[in-house]
């Protein structure tokens, strides 16, 4: 059941946006009201109905599934500009909850299904989408399975530098998640993501700066340690910009 009816959503307002000319998936969304969650509220819940997919157009959001005896598995962290719900299956999968407050937008299934259906040129943008997923599905199955903490948690940090609005200049990343969300999502324990900080700390590799904010010291070592040197080319790491 979607938290609406249980005021999850809060200060809704209407977008004045134009409807851009050339079609894309975001412009689907553009005629809808912005709605407001707080954070730790969710947006949708694992297993009910896909009556509509979302947008987010500010914050994080966190995509998480409940496996035995009640533990907490994060699949996935959404970013402003990020779809919910875009593989289209009759149940939704994961329950979506907002970590920082976000602002998104919304459609109906059909509305979405629709468009994607009457208008040719959104097809190959939604194909590149699903693409996308199945190829971040797949990392993050590498990213568990594979790789030691400490892969682990550099690749997750050069993740984040990618999406993320950082001081880039002065090699500082926001981290808006805590410690326990990064520790669901690395398949670790919070006790093992804080050791390893403290280690990449010590070799002033990566320094925290209070709670939510890490100060990578050498970007060369992250890549190194995280395990997959030949994904990040010259051009990636220029891209990142936080050397």
């Not at 999968?93 to 109906?108: D, G, M, S």
Request: with cysteine.
């Amino acid at each position: 059941m979607l938290m609406q009816k249980n005021a999850a959503f809060e200060n809704v307002e209407l977008t004045n946006e134009p409807v851009r000319t050339a079609r894309s998936l975001s412009s689907l969304f553009l005629l809808s009201a912005t709605e407001t969650v707080a954070a730790g509220k969710a947006i949708c819940w694992e297993g009910d109905s896909v009556k509509h997919l979302f947008q987010v157009t500010e914050g994080v959001v966190r995509l998480h599934r409940i496996i035995g005896e009640g533990r907490r598995v994060i699949t996935a962290f959404l970013f402003s500009g990020d779809l919910i719900g875009a593989s289209l299956q009759s149940d939704i999968l994961f329950t979506a909850e907002a970590v920082t407050e976000c602002k998104i937008r919304r459609i109906t299934r059909k509305a979405f299904l629709d468009e994607i259906a009457r208008c040719e040129c959104l097809r190959p943008e939604y194909i590149a989408l699903l693409c996308r997923e199945v190829a971040a599905a797949q990392d993050h199955m590498v990213l568990r399975s594979k790789k030691n903490a400490e892969e682990r948690l550099c690749s997750f940090i050069l993740n984040l530098a990618t999406h993320a609005e950082n001081d880039l200049n002065h090699r500082l990343l926001r981290v808006p998640m805590n410690r326990q969300d990064i520790a669901d999502y690395l398949g670790l324990t919070i006790e093992t993501v804080s050791r390893t900080i403290t280690k990449l700390a010590s070799r002033n590799i990566v320094v925290p700066e209070g709670r939510h904010a890490l100060r990578i010291m050498n970007l060369g070592r992250v890549v190194q340690l995280s395990g997959n040197a030949d994904d990040f080319l010259e051009k990636t790491c220029h891209s990142v910009r936080l050397h």
